[in-house]
């Protein structure tokens, strides 16, 4: 990704500062790339404002720092781990590309996902609709697994461990374990199926 | 990368140092990081549903369990030994998620869905046209003749002619004359189907405390004898006697399950059930 203009105090010459450039450059490379699959006429300006936004909340730029910057973390293990931090950042840039398309008024379909509430930019709301969004597309996408990974999740959810859900089903604990791994992975696929796959 | 990481990732099991070389990795490998993201996006979402509160009675069900492994593990192994396949008997009921053909999206699968109702009132009048505070949620179905009730007495019917979501229309009966506020009464078998569909709708978008809480509320509104339609109904109905803490009748309910030949998880779930009814004292 090019490196365009920043002004003094912004986010590229923080970053700069920081030593942690690179890094984030890599990561904006990431995240431009999926905000084309999300539809962005611009990934490049979404996935910077992505960043921006997500180190706007200490809790994301922590985690960030944590864990894409290559120095060696001075402090100990953020409270986000890594799913927490990966999945605020896609829901940041999904509300940022829905900002931009609304916007741009595309006269185009949209996906279900993106035709809900207008954008506010502050930042309790922003959490309360990433939050709320990816609840929705999970609870949407969980509903058409497979009964058998629907079944597993559901004891995984109700707080079980896998011995517990081992013992419930008959099965092999690391046979549930892998159950487990599947049915959250064929839920992420369909994830991305639903969110980010109109243009695969 | 390993599948074995990927799992473990998506499991929740690798430590933060491990999730750190995962993420510097994936900066150089675009589909790593897509796989990495949606996994998340995935995982988070269920956690988020499990960080909700489970209700009181499941937590002292919960509380009961500790206190049994902790008091009797002997007589504990001693149960365990002697079942195959092996059971757990502590937790809540497990909920099923209905057949192939159910179709929970009419009445439950919506994210801020209230629960279903015995009883509603009259809200408006117009003519014989009469509005009442009860819909499809509640089980209403057009044709169907409710109860209109006053001062605890039934005082005629009325017959649906348009069904909302929450809301529906009816005609009066010739020769009623219905107030606003008059109660209405949703037929048992009405109110316990829209129950069943409910549960099973939260189940099959993963909400186990959403079915929960619905079954919760279904018991306490009293007799669960309605036709039951199939194996995953008669486990659910189990499920809600049992929250009722009506244990003879959650186990006549799940027997009935099981012997409606249900496929292979759900009979294992349904045995389960069985299994953790008997146990309790």
Redesign the interface.
Known sequence: MNSPADPPGGLLSTLRERGAFD?YR??AC?LA??AGRLGSRDPENAAQEALRRSFENPKSRQAMD???V?AS?SAG??EW???????W???VLQFVVREERSRAAFHREVPAVAASDPADSSRDVLTAMV?RE??????????GLD??Y??V????????RYG?IA????ANENTV??W???A??E???R??KR??GQHE | MSEEKLDRFARGELSPMESRELARKSLDDPELFEKLTYTAVARTGLADRRRRKWPLAVALLAAAAVMILLLSPFALRQFRAARAPLVAISGPPVFLTGGADANPVFRGAELESRAPRSAGSVTALAGSAVSIDLGSLDGLAKGAELDVMRQGQAIGRIKLTTIFRDHARADAAAGLTVHLGDAIRVPRAMYLRAGLDQIAAFTARGDADGARHIAAQVAADGNLDIPATGYDDWNNLGGIAELGGDRVKAQSLYQKALLANPPQPARTVIESNLARVKAMK
């Not at chain 1, 990816?134 to 509903?143: E, R, S, W």
């Not at chain 1, 999740?153 to 079980?160: D, E, K, N, V």
Request: proline letters at 3%; charged letters at 30%; hydrophobic letters at 40%.
């Open positions: 890094e890599r990561l990431a790339s999926r944590y864990y894409f290559e973390p293990a953020p781990d890594l799913a927490r931090t990966l999945a950042l896609h829901g939050e990816t609840q929705a597309i999970v609870g949407d996408c969980f509903a009964r058998e629907r079944e999740l559901t004891l995984r959810m109700a707080g079980m517990e013992r419930r089903l008959g374990a892998t487990v791994s599947r959250i992975r839920l992420g696929r994830i991305r969110t980010g």
